[in-house]
Nanobody
């Protein structure tokens, strides 16, 4: 496994979870890292990304509720998820790209070369 995602679980609507993504890969600390999610029967979608320069972006569905951040001391990327809703239920995957792209390009799933195994987030109503 090239990336390790953790922190998922079961939470009630309105609650919070913090996901973490770590990797032993040399490029990870300087790579763009994204969180994607896939709900049952749906396509995998981008949730958020952080570039090598620390610039961030979010899907409209999570903007204002989720925050992505990079912890250089632990070489991890976190996704703080607040005010969770049942529709946030999905398997969350982290992915990284060591290559430099525009912010618009980082919204594409196919630019990420390395993926984690996913962590389940379940939000009950």
């Amino acid at each position: 496994v090239q990336l390790q995602a953790s922190g998922g679980g079961l939470v009630q609507a309105g609650g919070s979870l913090k996901l973490s993504c770590t990797s032993p890969l040399d490029h990870f600390g300087l790579a763009a890292v994204a969180w994607h999610r896939q709900a049952p029967g749906k396509q995998r979608e981008l949730v958020s990304f952080i570039t090598n320069l620390g610039r961030t972006d979010y899907a409209d569905a999570v903007r204002g509720r989720f925050t992505i951040s990079r912890d250089t001391s632990s070489n991890a990327v976190h996704l703080q998820m607040n005010s969770l809703k049942p529709e946030d239920t999905a398997v969350y995957y982290c992915a990284s790209s060591p290559r430099l792209y525009s912010r618009e390009t980082y919204k594409r799933k196919d630019v990420y070369d390395y993926w984690g195994q996913g962590t389940q987030v379940t939000v009950s109503s």
